[in-house]
Antibody, heavy 119, light 108 residues
């Protein structure tokens, strides 16, 4: 089955670091880009950034540049989204998504990782 | 950034109704527009890409149209499974993609 499987929900304190993951299966991960999308509670979708696991080329939305880091390990078909110092405003569900790179819509979505940041 | 504005924000309709959602771009995006459906607690699902191409497996009651700055998503006969929130997304320029704010389709 073609799918993106994300890591589980996280509860963190402000200032802590975090790395969440997204593992692709059922397809060649180096043939697609993997992106990340944020959805804050009760809100809409925001694109964060995208990476090509084959060569690690990465692009960020200006709104998230410098706030998060996207990386990938093609040997285990996994992409990551990480924070060095979380804030309460990072509380959201984070989805990983797949794009062909020929056209930039997202045809496959992970189930989402809920990140809660609270003191 | 290209801004995407959906209307209405909420829509109340009955099973069997024809439903139309509009998405407007702040500048021309040709036909580089996708539509997604999201149900509560679930990940979004791709319905339509390139403004009018139905994703594999999506029921034919869904259709998309438009180009340039104005686009529509139409559900020809609303089914119980269609009550959800719908988002448009423009992908005109590499790495500068944006979503609309969403349209919630509620039971009337």
């Amino acid at each position: 089955e073609v799918q993106l499987v994300q890591s589980g929900a996280e509860v963190k304190k402000p200032g802590e670091s975090l790395k969440i993951s997204c593992k692709g299966s059922g397809y060649s991960i180096t043939s697609y880009w993997i992106g990340w999308v944020r959805q804050m509670p009760g809100r809409g979708l925001e694109w964060i950034g995208i990476i090509h696991p084959g060569d690690s080329e990465t692009r960020y939305s200006p709104s998230f540049q410098g706030q998060v880091t996207i990386s990938a390990d093609k040997s285990i078909s996994t992409a990551y989204l990480q924070w060095s110092s979380l804030r309460a405003t990072d509380t959201a569900t984070y989805y990983c998504v797949r794009s062909s790179g020929s056209f930039w819509y997202f045809d496959l979505w992970g189930h989402g990782t809920l990140v809660t940041v609270s003191s | 950034d290209i801004q995407m504005t959906q209307s209405p924000s909420t829509l109340s309709a009955s099973v069997g109704d024809r439903v139309t959602i509009t998405c407007r771009a702040s500048q021309s995006i040709s036909s580089w527009l996708a539509w997604y459906q999201q149900k509560p607690g679930k990940a979004p699902k791709l319905l339509i890409y390139k403004a009018s191409t139905l994703q594999s497996g999506v029921p034919s009651r869904f259709s998309g149209s438009g180009s340039g700055t104005e686009f529509t998503l139409t559900i020809s006969s609303l089914q119980p499974d269609d009550f959800a929130t719908y988002y448009c997304q423009q992908y005109n320029n590499f790495s500068q993609w944006t979503f609309g704010q969403g349209t919630k389709v509620e039971i009337k």
